[in-house]
């Protein structure tokens, strides 16, 4: 039975197997600023090491650091090449108390790679940060590091025990997203939502240290936290071959941080496979495959007690699945968790054409991890997203709230100047040719003057939207 969804849908779509999907590859460059510890710096680079290692293949990454000086490290090189960026990170040393000079940092980071030609098209700088400062950046500062990133397609991703800072209103303007870390939360743990907050990855869950490989998956990443930092750990793939660090095969490759264990599987064996050891609580299996559950969704912060709308959809290769009677074998729901609190859980319905509906409501403020999952007989998918819910959603600095205002301004009066004057053409013509209203507007509607104007008229709305999507 395992079998038969799967090889439904191979033989609906594909008579050959593809080569796998080449992933859309990102450059990110990670800023380490040394300034606001005075301790837990091993634990931040360690989340540093575990967001780097879960990078995919053809990602680049590279490393500055701040700390008495703004220093670059290492240039963007393939995750594969990273041995310097880690020796760097374990060789990192705190170098105050609080964050003073993080803003200057990024504008730094971004002349450097401005300088290297880096910046073509669109790039994320990585934030790891400590406690930060009460001082307040110059507002104009502030409003220029915003507008440079929005010119050169910046988004900003961080996390930190940073609160109040402008530089949190910067990164979510940017389109990126902050997670802050608590007193009594490790960097490491958090270094797996920050992955998924920059990645959204694909998945497949874990049942009691179990999860099952469908033949769909081309690559699979496992990310697992052990009882204790040195406990044996280990894997039992499908074959029954028990698979260590120090003993595993040319197509495994093994990471170590801490407690937690990530290991990168290419062509992984199809059956079931088991983890020894471990907790429950951080299992991740992140994966490439063939099958995929897609989604428009791409907010980064939602308004609390609010229905926020999801639509999504399964893709096997570039083909999209809308059978009904395959969509009507499988189970979709909205898996969604606050932070340290249970799950809930809500069902996707298949609506028209085969797209999935479903809403996720916030009941409070706070970070949110939500599972789309696509569940059938034979194979099971998820996509992961990271959200924050607010009672006031992240506006801008005050000096890009008055920009944007007098934008929205111009772009509201010039649609009242149309409409005003479309309303006297329409007197006017009806007053001259004593025609009806009705007769004129058919006439006007089917002129290509008029369609112009619509078409203008329906680009300034797209603008507003635009400006509205941004602030």
């Known amino acids: 039975m395992r079998m038969s969804l799967l090889m439904v849908l191979f033989t609906a779509f594909v008579f050959l197997v593809p080569p796998p999907d080449k992933l859309e590859a990102d450059d990110v460059f990670v800023l380490f600023d040394t300034t ?8 931040a680079a360690a989340g540093a090491k575990i967001f780097i290692s879960l990078l995919w293949a053809d990602d680049r990454v590279g490393l500055a650091v701040l700390g008495d000086n703004y220093t670059v490290l290492a240039p963007l090189s393939k995750p594969a090449d990273t041995i310097g960026i880690m020796g760097a990170l374990d060789n990192l040393a705190p170098s105050g108390s609080c964050s003073k000079k993080l803003t200057g940092a990024i504008n730094d980071t971004v002349n450097y790679l401005s300088s290297k030609n880096l910046l073509d098209n669109g790039l994320s700088i990585v934030l790891f940060v400590g406690q930060s400062c009460k001082e307040k950046p110059d507002e104009k500062d502030i409003e220029t590091l915003f507008e440079t990133l929005q010119n050169k397609q910046i988004k900003i991703y961080g996390m930190g025990k940073v609160k109040n800072n402008p530089v949190v209103e910067v990164i979510a303007e940017s389109g990126g997203l902050f997670i802050p870390v ?7 743990s958090n270094g797996l939502i920050l992955y998924e907050a920059f990645k959204s ?33 280990f894997i039992i793939p499908p074959n029954s071959k028990k698979y260590t660090k120090k003993e595993h095969p040319e197509n495994v490759t093994w990471y170590s941080y801490n407690r937690y264990e990530i290991i990168k599987i290419a062509n992984p064996q199809y059956g079931m496979w088991n983890l020894q050891l471990s907790t429950t609580k951080e299992n991740r299996a992140y994966v490439n495959s063939s099958l995929k559950i897609m989604s428009s969704f791409d907010s980064r912060y939602v308004p609390v007690k609010k229905n926020i709308p999801f639509k999504a959809w399964l893709k096997m290769d570039d083909l999209y699945i809308k059978n009904p009677g395959i969509l009507k074998s499988m189970e979709f729901k909205i898996l969604a968790a606050k932070k340290d609190e249970m799950e809930t859980e809500t069902n996707l319905h298949r609506g028209k054409n085969g797209f999935l509906e479903g809403v996720f409501l916030p009941s409070g403020e706070g970070l949110y991890r939500i599972i789309l999952s696509a569940a ?27 920009k944007n205002k007098k934008e929205m301004t111009f772009v509201d009066a010039v649609m009242v100047f149309l409409f005003i004057n479309l309303i006297f053409l329409v ?15 058919y006439q006007i509607s089917h002129s290509d003057e008029i369609v112009n104007m619509i078409g203008f008229i329906h680009s300034l709305l797209d603008k507003r939207k635009q400006v509205h999507k941004h602030g």
């Open 427 to 441: 007197a006017a013509w009806a007053y001259m040719r004593k025609e009806t209203i009705e007769d004129f507007i």
């Open 36 to 43: 606001g510890f005075e301790k837990h710096i091993e634990d």
């Open 201 to 233: 990855p694909d998945l497949i869950p874990f049942e009691r240290g179990k999860f099952f490989v469908d033949e769909s998956i081309y690559d699979i990443t496992l990310v697992s936290e052990k009882q204790s930092k040195d406990n044996m750990f």
């Open 376 to 402: 059938g007989n034979s194979l099971v998918r998820g996509k992961a997203f990271i959200v924050q819910a607010e009672k006031e959603l992240h506006g801008m600095y005050p000096g890009a709230k008055r």
């Open 182 to 188: 608590s007193e009594n939360e490790s960097y490491a």
